[in-house]
């Protein structure tokens, strides 16, 4: 049985669920609507601020490798990458000073649903070794199904990739604490870090159909857009070597699917 407690979060097998929303302090009409869409679900949230990486000069980037950015993406990397990197890191740290033995970090353009938490709750107990969940993807090609939760929500890795967003995932304390120690030093967007569990040592699922989605806040990106995606990109032979360690990327992606 499965009980929600509104103080300190949603009481299951596998423990306290926390759930964590990161909401930049100039966002407040996006909290207001992500809050009283988890009131309507009965989910409690703990804010976390995200963090404007606008406001941080490239000098001040802390924990950036910006030559193996460049070499593994092809690209600069953008301010509002850098904030939303920072941001998750704060969440992780904030779970872990919490008394939570699980949590869902979530970004604030996400539709909650009525069933959400139940969901994220059974997806845990069918995968009791996973660390990290992805509950919600933009693709999730040639899916290998190693479970199926009560709810009937399939779960595996996918051999296909990137699959991106970080929109909302479930975390555990040990993938929390991998997590922040081994994808500190900023290489890739923080949804391919997530993706990476061949790197960091986490052990990292998906669900193959997503159980949320992303609201009509998500229309317009705090991140980027695709002109200032398109600007800070390498062009031509300057993009050879990033292609060569895309396929080195895809294959250990693949073998780890079938870890």
């Known amino acids: 049985m499965l009980e929600l407690n509104m103080a300190t979060g949603m009481t299951t097998s596998q423990g306290l669920i926390g759930a964590y929303v990161i909401n930049l302090d100039s966002s407040s009409r996006r909290w207001a609507e992500v809050s ?32 193996e950015f460049v070499r593994q993406n092809g690209r600069q990397m953008l301010p509002g990458e850098y904030g939303c990197y920072r941001a998750h890191m704060r969440a992780l740290e904030a779970f872990l000073s919490s008394n939570y033995e699980n949590a869902i970090i979530m970004e604030d353009d996400v539709e909650l649903r009525q069933d959400f938490t139940l969901r994220a709750a059974a997806i845990l107990k069918a995968v009791p070794s996973a660390e990290v969940v992805k509950l919600l993807n933009h693709r999730s090609k040639w899916c290998r199904t190693v479970a199926v939760s009560e709810y009937g929500d399939a779960v595996g890795r996918c051999l296909h990739g990137p699959q991106g967003s970080a929109a909302c995932y479930l975390v555990t304390r040990e993938g929390a604490r991998k997590l ?18 061949w790197e960091t040592g986490v052990s990292i699922y998906t669900v193959r ?14 991140i980027a857009s695709r002109a200032q995606y398109r600007a800070v990109k390498l062009r031509g032979p300057r993009k050879i070597g990033t292609h060569f360690l895309r396929l080195i990327e895809y294959a250990r992606r693949i073998r780890y699917a079938f870890s």
């Open 36 to 67: 009283s869409q988890a009131t309507t679900a009965g989910i409690h949230l703990d804010r976390i601020p995200g963090v404007d990486g606008t406001s941080i000069p490239p000098a001040q980037r802390s924990g950036f490798n910006e030559k």
């Open 180 to 197: 922040l120690k081994r994808a500190d030093n900023i290489e890739f967007p923080y949804d391919m870090t997530l993706e990476r569990g």
């Open 209 to 222: 159909q997503n159980i949320v989605e992303l609201s009509e806040r998500s229309a317009v990106s705090q």
